[in-house]
């Protein structure tokens, strides 16, 4: 099964696309959707639809794990987080992609085994579940990879479950 990960913002989103079958984890594709700065907030959503649009287009997952808003200290970047995280989900569901959401402590808990984690624990993790052969970078990319391979860990279990 093919899943887009998706770590929701305004400048940078990224994205990582993990194939797995269950047992394995396989790296296709990751990096990031950037929008200016210094100009107009919907010019910049229209942005980031087409760009997931594009990559939607040229992978066809059928799903995408999505990080859920979190409670931030800074109200203005939480609205833009939030205000992106809606094109992204907008442009998920006009793609017929099924979607799955997330908390951060989700993420770490499935990638870690730690839900309090910091990001270079996660990148390395991450690095390891998919043999990469660097930390992958920027920090948006991984946590992407991580809500990818977040989601394959809890497809599985569900599974076993059944």
Excluded: W
């Amino acid at each position: 099964m093919l899943v887009l990960g998706l770590d929701p913002g305004l400048a940078i989103t990224g994205y990582g696309l993990v194939e797995g079958d269950g047992q394995h984890l396989c790296p296709i594709a990751y990096g990031v959707l950037r929008t200016p700065a210094g100009i107009a907030i919907a010019d910049r959503l229209v942005m980031l639809h087409d760009a997931l649009a594009d990559l939607l287009a040229e992978y066809r997952p059928p799903v995408a794990a999505v990080e859920e808003l979190f409670f931030a200290t800074n109200a203005r970047t939480a609205i833009m987080v939030g205000e992106a995280r809606g094109v992204v989900l907008l442009t998920l569901a006009q793609a017929g992609v099924r979607i799955a959401e997330y908390t951060p402590l989700q993420v770490k808990q499935a990638v870690t085994g730690y839900g309090q984690a910091d990001k270079l624990q996660v990148q390395q993790m991450v690095r390891l579940l998919l043999n990469l052969a660097e930390l992958p970078k920027p920090d948006d990319a991984a946590d992407a990879l991580a809500l990818s391979i977040c989601h394959h860990n809890s497809s599985r279990m569900a599974q076993l479950l059944e």
